[in-house]
Structure formats: C-alpha cells, structure tokens
C-alpha cells in the first residue's frame, strides 16, 4: 500500500469530519460538526484548565488536516473540510457544566456555534485570507469564543 495515497485518504477522511462532510447534500459543514458534539461531552469530564489544553492541542492538530484536505480538493477552504468545526467546537463549552444540563440545552448551544461560525463576526471573516490550514482553522477558532461567551449567557439563565 502506498503510504501517501493512504495517509491522504486518512487526512481527508478526518478533515470531513469522519466523511460527514463529504456525504452531507447540504450544509456540509453542519453535518461535519456532528463528531464535535461527542468530542464536548469527552471534554466535559475534564476540569476546565486541561479543557483548554485539549481544545488548543486539537486546535493545532487540525490545521494540517486541513491543510491537507484543501490541497487535495483543490479548492479554497472547501465547505466540505469540517475539521475546523468539529475539532474546535469543544471550544465554545469551556467550564460549562454541559453533564449536568437538560438535552435540549445542547441542541441550543449548537445552533447558537453553527451561526456563529455561519455568520463570522469581526475579525473571523477577514481571518479566512490567512492561507492554508491556518486560515481554514483560524476563523472558527475566533468564532468558537464568541460561541463560548453566548453559550455562558445562555447556560446562566438556564441553570
């Protein structure tokens, strides 16, 4: 087996988010986030400083999957490149005590990532001419701050 042909089908297969992305006939993206869901409830077992080290360590691991991917799609930052959602989506839930809060809290705070990442506030937009993978990945981490502050909002008057 070639290892090249295969560790690219490995990134690409990763950076859509376990294919998600790839399969999705619209909002690839959305459907790429999906793995992201059970990564924030990984995390929520861990206190919330080694939270923060887990999101910056997969943070960095995404950008050359998505690196990768874009080089093989051949197209810039391609909507069916999830990592950057799925990866980083832990993010937006840092320090919230997600175990302990109803179902229906967490499609919420989903909607509220997904429009963020949709409607990228200063300065995520501007951030997606940062080439490669760091641009790709760039973007949503700013916007996963944004979501981590709505999602406290919303987690204070829910609680």
Known sequence: MNFN??????CLFVAS????????????????????????YLFAFLPPYIQIVACLGFTLM???????????????????????EWMLYPIAFVGIPILALPWWSMVIFFVIVRAVDIIKPWPCRGLQSVPGGRGIVIDDFFANL??????????LVIR
């Open 146 to 155: 944004y979501s981590l502050g709505l999602n406290w909002l919303v987690y």
């Open 62 to 84: 995404a950008i050359p999957f998505c690196d990768r991917a874009e080089k093989l799609l051949g197209i810039k930052d391609d909507g069916r490149i999830t990592a950057d």
């Open 5 to 10: 042909r295969f560790w690219d089908r490995f």
């Open 17 to 40: 988010g376990f294919g998600l992305g790839l399969i999705a006939p619209f909002a690839p993206g959305t459907f790429g986030s999906l793995p992201g869901v059970a990564l924030a």
